[in-house]
């Protein structure tokens, strides 16, 4: 088991936004995590990567808990994440915003350098080779010198996307990435997606777009006011008379 949710809960005073959720997402695989708006999604991803702690539970990677470490000791064991809305930086160049993801891993040049974690002119070299490497995967490669500010949002989310994977994440959290996209871009997200397992990358993401799931993923967990309501495969999930009452609405074919 490549991701081990056990008994999660997260209590904001008297109001339970995740509680006694638990499943598992098995290395390799794409799995998804879907249900209404407020149903807990995007706080059991900061339990996750280390930016909420659980109230009760446990989150174990690979079999080593990581809840109640810090993001940046979550990032280090293996998990790389984007965001509802987008977190890159617009003053930088698409090259220069990967890089950043690079230096995660590499720990080293400019930032390396003032830490003393090794010679800049190596890490530097390694941090551009793998950004430009992701880039273009992304496709993005033809505009690695141009600034992030001027990306439309579809490619600001491949962006952010390639960013984290330059960290070279074995478990990659997904939050919205499809949102506001149209269907072109959804389909060249769809692609970069179903690379990453054949990569090492294990996946699992957030999405309102219930279709774009249920092509993509191989196992879809349902939350429904804080609370694990189904998890199952893509068929299961769309037959499932609890899943349909609480959230999809009509089959999806």
Request: contains cysteine; proline residues 4%; hydrophobic residues 40%.
């Amino acid at each position: 088991m490549k991701l081990a949710i056990e008994d999660i809960g997260v209590r904001f005073g008297g109001l339970w936004a995740n509680r006694n959720v638990s499943f598992g997402v098995q290395e390799g695989s794409i799995s998804a995590l879907i249900g209404p708006n407020g149903a807990g999604k995007t706080t059991l991803f900061n339990v996750v990567s280390g930016f909420q702690a659980p109230t009760q539970g446990k989150v174990s990677l690979d079999g080593e808990v990581i809840s109640g470490l810090r993001p940046e000791k979550v990032a280090l064991r293996g998990i790389g994440r984007t965001f509802q809305l987008p977190e890159i930086c617009h003053d930088l160049t698409l090259l220069e915003n990967v890089m950043v993801g690079a230096y995660r891993h590499i720990r080293g040049g400019i930032f390396g350098q003032m830490l003393g974690l090794g010679p800049a002119a190596k890490t530097e070299r390694e941090a551009r080779e793998s950004a430009e490497s992701e880039l273009e995967r992304a496709g993005l490669a033809k505009q690695r010198n141009q600034s992030a500010r001027a990306l439309p949002l579809g490619q600001v989310r491949l962006l952010e996307i390639a960013r984290a994977l330059a960290s070279q994440p074995s478990l990659l959290l997904l939050d919205e990435s499809a949102s506001g996209l149209n269907a072109r871009e959804v389909e060249n997200l769809a692609h970069l997606i179903r690379q990453l397992p054949a990569r090492g990358v294990t996946v699992l993401l957030i999405e309102h777009n219930v279709r774009f799931v249920m092509q993509l993923a191989e196992q879809i967990a349902v939350l429904d006011h804080g609370q694990l309501l189904s998890v199952g495969t893509p068929a299961e999930i769309r037959n499932d008379e609890s899943v349909i009452t609480a959230y999809l609405g009509r089959r999806h074919h």
